[in-house]
């Protein structure tokens, strides 16, 4: 894992927090005050991901970005699962320790599933939803369909299936530190002018080893096997959740998770929600589009609760 003070020559300046309460040393950014945005990474990357989000809203927000297990500053434990229902209680353990309520989730890549599996079980402490590039599964029918349809399609997903047929999955994933910068280009990254030596260290720094890359082989792995579990809500959460604000913001030159797929899923789970696109965004809409992203989401905010304030 990242060392726990580790800035990247003062990119992510914020005090490192941690918690035990997952079984494992999961490491969090809390800043702020107010309200909880609790942003959720999905792969390969971690906290990092959101620094600009938290430079923005922490002046009015208290802005949590947790490290999933085998990601950033976070422990990766060499006997633990790393598919999705295990990232679930992860979080659902993480939450109720720091008891959190009054959450915004904003979700990217597998932090969608994830925060979805948590709002599943806890509904009465997310009061909205904002996806960016993150599926909102939720036990549609039509999810299955979706997957296998993106997944024909998206050459990450290819890559992990025929990788996986050949044997190579575990060991060419183990070597992701060194290759970072080709795996986030694949999945869809766009805006070339943030790629400095500094951005590429912090986003390989956390997967030197083949051991210390669990956490990316294990999500990939369940996709290829099948394994990941997607929470069923209850009818009452279902009902629930169904009426809280939602946003979903799509960068429409995702490589990875393609918005036909997974907005309707949104649309479904969420019918008073509002969808956004962004034509030139790739999937690290948050590396591609910061400044848009912070304009939409500070307008939901402002529209959905009593006061909002962004730092410029």
Same mark, same amino acid.
């Given at each position: 894992?990242?060392?726990?003070?580790?800035?990247?020559?003062?990119?992510?300046?914020?005090?490192?927090?941690? /918690? /035990?309460?997952?079984?494992?040393?999961?490491?969090?950014?809390?800043?702020?005050?107010?309200?909880? +945005?609790?942003?959720?990474?999905?792969?390969?990357?971690?906290?990092?991901?959101?620094?600009?989000?938290?430079?923005?809203?922490?002046?009015?927000?208290?802005?949590?970005?947790?490290?999933?297990?085998?990601?950033?500053? /976070?422990?990766?434990?060499?006997?633990?699962?790393?598919?999705?229902?295990?990232?679930?209680?992860?979080? @659902?353990?993480?939450?109720?320790?720091?008891? +959190?309520?009054?959450?915004?989730?904003?979700?990217?890549?597998?932090?969608?599933?994830?925060?979805?599996?948590? #709002?599943?079980?806890?509904?009465?402490?997310?009061?909205?939803?904002?996806?960016?590039?993150?599926?909102?599964?939720?036990?549609?029918?039509?999810?299955?369909?979706? +997957? #296998?349809?993106?997944?024909? $399609?998206?050459?990450?997903?290819?890559?992990?299936?025929? =990788?996986?047929?050949?044997?190579?999955?575990?060991?060419?994933?183990? $070597?992701?530190?060194?290759?970072? +910068?080709?795996?986030?280009?694949?999945?869809?990254? $766009?805006?070339?002018?943030?790629?400095?030596?500094?951005?590429?260290?912090?986003?390989? =720094? #956390?997967?030197?080893?083949?051991?210390? %890359?669990? *956490?990316?082989?294990?999500?990939?792995?369940?996709?290829?096997?099948?394994?990941?579990?997607?929470? @069923?809500?209850?009818?009452? %959460?279902?009902?629930?959740?169904?009426?809280?604000?939602?946003?979903?913001?799509?960068?429409?030159?995702?490589?990875?998770?393609?918005?036909?797929?997974?907005?309707?899923?949104?649309?479904?789970?969420?019918?008073?929600?509002?969808?956004?696109?962004?034509? *030139?965004? *790739?999937?690290? %809409?948050?590396?591609?589009?910061? $400044?848009?992203?912070?304009?939409?989401?500070?307008?939901?905010?402002?529209?959905?609760?009593? =006061?909002?304030?962004?730092? /410029?």
């Amino acid at each position: 894992m990242i060392a726990p003070h580790e800035t990247f020559g003062g990119t992510y300046p914020f005090r490192p927090h941690f /918690s /035990s309460a997952p079984g494992f040393t999961m490491h969090y950014v809390d800043e702020g005050a107010g309200p909880v +945005l609790l942003c959720l990474h999905g792969e390969p990357t971690w906290g990092y991901l959101f620094r600009d989000l938290v430079h923005r809203f922490s002046a009015g927000h208290r802005v949590v970005v947790p490290d999933h297990m085998g990601f950033g500053k /976070s422990e990766t434990p060499a006997d633990r699962s790393y598919l999705v229902q295990d990232h679930i209680d992860n979080l @659902e353990a993480f939450v109720l320790d720091l008891d +959190l309520h009054d959450i915004t989730l904003v979700l990217h890549d597998f932090g969608g599933p994830v925060g979805m599996g948590l #709002a599943a079980r806890r509904p009465e402490r997310v009061a909205r939803v904002v996806s960016v590039n993150g599926p909102t599964p939720f036990g549609q029918p039509g999810l299955g369909a979706a +997957l #296998a349809g993106n997944a024909d $399609e998206a050459p990450w997903f290819r890559w992990i299936a025929r =990788a996986h047929r050949d044997g190579r999955l575990e060991s060419v994933l183990g $070597e992701l530190g060194y290759h970072i +910068l080709s795996t986030l280009k694949l999945n869809g990254f $766009e805006n070339n002018q943030v790629i400095s030596d500094t951005w590429i260290e912090a986003y390989g =720094a #956390a997967f030197p080893t083949p051991a210390e %890359a669990l *956490g990316a082989i294990g999500w990939a792995k369940g996709l290829a096997t099948g394994a990941h579990v997607f929470e @069923e809500p209850s009818g009452a %959460a279902r009902a629930a959740l169904a009426g809280v604000p939602a946003l979903a913001v799509w960068g429409s030159a995702d490589r990875t998770l393609n918005g036909g797929y997974f907005l309707p899923l949104f649309r479904e789970a969420f019918p008073g929600g509002t969808v956004a696109e962004l034509p *030139g965004v *790739g999937h690290y %809409a948050f590396e591609d589009a910061p $400044e848009a992203i912070a304009g939409l989401l500070a307008e939901f905010l402002d529209t959905t609760s009593s =006061a909002v304030t962004v730092a /410029s």
